[in-house]
Nanobody, 114 residues
């Protein structure tokens, strides 16, 4: 079992920045990759960014050049630095961990005002 706790969401003006954090606990030695997804009402959850245990990263085209995912293995935490935020980035952001089984955090709201 892996438990994920997100923090760092909030309200920001367009062009601003936020940093999301996701702290993992439990069977973290078995985590292969972690990532961030987001979801808006009526839409499917979509991948924002992911990072493997080896540090390989993957980003959605819509956030490339603006968002950066990173992980601190000593703290068992993954971060999502979001810069140049746009109103269309408004969503609930979920942390994800994959061990062969997918685990999800509770989600954190990000709202970008125009």
């Amino acid at each position: 079992q892996v438990q994920l706790v997100e923090s760092g969401g909030g309200l920001v003006q367009a062009g601003g920045s936020l940093r999301l954090s996701c702290a993992a606990s439990g069977s973290i030695f078995s985590v292969n990759s972690m990532g961030w997804y987001r979801q808006t009402p009526g839409e499917q959850r979509e991948l924002v960014a992911a990072i493997t245990s080896g540090g390989y990263t993957n980003y959605a085209d819509s956030v490339k050049g603006r968002f950066t995912i990173s992980r601190d293995n000593a703290k068992n935490t993954v971060y999502l630095q979001m810069n140049s935020l746009k109103p269309e980035d408004t969503a609930v952001y979920y942390c994800n961990a994959f061990t062969g089984v997918v685990y999800w955090g509770q989600g954190t709201q990000v709202t970008v005002s125009s």
